[in-house]
């Protein structure tokens, strides 16, 4: 069963504007909720990340976004560049059961110029 | 600083073969865990390694299997390989079980692609 859920495969926004990639997740058990950002033929790379003590988590251009009550999570991009062009993973880890990731399927993000 | 390397980067097997892949942690990092990832999927947890002992185990058959070795690195077996075998298989390295600054980050290598025929 798919625990952590990314809605939207694909996102296609202008430069300079915001993105927003938004992310479900159903096990209330996640204490730490992550996004990686991966390129083709590269592997993920960490963008940010957010403990569930808190519910915005700030790192230059990039924002996570985490409503506990709704189990939902965002990640805000302002203002997207087209080198943000790339597959976005939401990943949420139980470290009560070990601190294995849980993977979103991920969210294709196309930034024009 | 080196980084999480994986070989080899492509490989081609056919059903009821048996393959290994090998990953190198990054320097410093105690713990590698191996994920696969097949076409338009997340990446799925298979199993976790620290300190040479197996630390945790994602929902894959026992013909999915690994070792760690002394100086950190690791292997992924698989026997008897099926056609849904083929994906992505990405390793990644922490300096610990919580991951860097114990928020479960990893640092994973570029992947080695598994076709199988």
């Known amino acids: 069963d798919q625990q952590v859920k990314q809605n939207s495969p694909s996102l296609s926004v202008q430069e300079g504007r915001i993105s927003i990639l938004n992310c479900d997740y159903t096990n209330s058990m996640f204490d730490y909720f992550l996004w990686y950002k991966k390129y083709p033929a590269e592997g993920p790379t960490f963008l940010i990340s957010i403990s569930s003590i808190k519910d915005k988590n700030e790192d230059g251009r990039f924002t996570v976004f985490l409503n506990k009550s709704a189990k939902h999570l965002s990640l805000h991009i302002v203002p997207s560049q087209p080198g943000d062009s790339a597959v976005y993973f939401c990943a949420a880890s139980d470290g009560n059961s070990g601190y294995a990731l849980n993977f979103g399927k991920g969210t294709s993000l196309l930034v024009t110029p | 600083e080196t980084g999480v390397t994986q070989s080899p980067t492509h490989l081609i097997k056919t059903r009821g073969q048996q393959v290994t892949l090998r990953c190198s942690s990054q320097?410093?990092?105690?713990?590698v865990s191996w994920y696969q990832q097949a076409l338009g999927q997340g990446p799925q947890f298979i199993f976790q390694y620290y300190r040479e002992e197996e630390n945790g185990r994602g929902n894959f058959p026992p013909r999915f299997s690994g070792l760690q070795f002394p100086n950190y690195s690791s292997e992924l077996n698989v026997n008897a390989l099926e056609l849904d075998d083929s994906a992505l298989y990405l390793c990644a390295s922490s300096p610990g079980l919580a991951g860097a600054l114990n928020t479960g980050e990893l640092f994973f290598g570029e992947g080695s692609r598994l076709t199988v025929l």
């Open positions: 320097s410093g990092h105690n713990t």
